[in-house]
């Protein structure tokens, strides 16, 4: 079985602009849903193959390696992701004791990057890693508000 691991980063930290409202996070979370290489730098290629709205079927491209990836959201608060590999991915939109609106990735039987036969990276390890690129993905979801594409 592979290693599993979960983030949590606040969406609007003290001084971003704009604030990011839950609609736009989740029409963010879309957005990358059906423009995953913008966002994932380990992607090469992608390619819908079903998109029926909140379920999605698409081809991604990693390296020599090609493989199925069924999702599904539950608008505004969580996109399920199951790849062919085995790997499953949880997006969840959700607010902390102050009412901060909160952006949690999970990560169950496998780490993007991480060979299952390898040692799991230490918490501090991974959060680093993961974190840096859900900070780029909330960035990029900030601008594309600001553009308003979302």
Same mark, same amino acid.
């Given at each position: ?8 980063r /606040?969406?609007? /930290?003290?001084g ?26 380990m ?10 709205g909140d ?9 020599p390696n ?9 608008? /505004? ?5 199951e790849?062919?590999?085995g790997l499953?991915?949880?997006?969840i939109?959700s607010?902390g ?20 036969d390898? /040692?799991?990276?230490?918490?501090k390890?991974l959060n ?8 780029k993905?909330i ?12």
């Open positions: 079985m592979g290693h599993s691991f979960a983030i949590t /606040p969406v609007n /930290p003290l971003a602009l704009p604030v990011l409202t839950e609609e736009q996070l989740w029409k963010g979370l879309e957005y990358k849903l059906r423009n995953p290489t913008a966002f994932v730098a992607l090469s290629a992608s390619k819908t193959i079903v998109d029926n379920k999605m079927t698409r081809e991604l491209t990693m390296g090609t493989f199925t990836e069924e999702s599904e959201g539950y608008a /505004p608060t969580i996109m399920y992701m790849m062919s590999t499953r991915i949880t997006n939109v607010y004791a102050e009412d901060e609106l909160l952006l949690t990735y999970s990560f169950g039987n496998g780490l993007p990057g991480v060979p299952a390898k /040692p799991k990276p230490s918490a390890e680093a890693i993961i974190g840096k690129a859900m900070d993905g960035e990029t979801f900030r601008e594309l508000a600001k553009e308003g594409k979302l």
